[in-house]
């Protein structure tokens, strides 16, 4: 049974920085594509970035330069460097995988497994 679990959340100030971490279990697969998605309050889930088993990757134009995406292979993990953060950052960021379609991309359509989610919030 696939498993995600987000971590490393919590509140920081706008112009500060967050690493969020998703570690993926039961998975047999070694082809993969991981996206970070968000969803603020009153507004519709978003994808922020995702990576394939090839290293490539896309970010939405929103975080692009700010948010870096990366894997630990060996640990089952994937993060999501969040630099230079913004008040409009502030979103519950949740995980998704999938193990089929495996090229990288922002369509949440396309990931089957989802972490729970994990709250992030800058402040002014």
């Known amino acids: 049974q696939v498993q995600l679990v987000e971590s490393g959340g919590g509140e920081v100030q706008s112009g500060g920085s967050l690493r969020l971490s998703c570690r993926i279990s039961?998975?047999?697969?070694?082809?993969?594509?991981v996206g970070w998605f968000r969803q603020a309050p009153g507004k519709k889930r978003e994808g922020v970035a995702s990576i394939d088993a090839h290293g490539d990757t896309v970010y939405a134009s929103s975080v692009k330069d700010r948010f870096t995406i990366s894997t630990d292979n060996a640990k089952k993990t994937v993060y999501l460097q969040m630099n230079g953060l913004k008040v409009e950052d502030t979103a519950m960021y949740y995980c998704?995988?999938?193990?089929?379609?495996?090229?990288?991309?922002?369509?949440?359509?396309?990931?089957?497994?989802w972490g729970q989610g994990i709250l992030v919030t800058v402040s002014s």
């Open positions: 998704a995988a999938d193990f089929i379609f495996v090229v990288a991309d922002l369509k949440e359509d396309l990931y089957e497994y």
């Open positions: 039961g998975s047999r697969y070694n082809k993969y594509v």
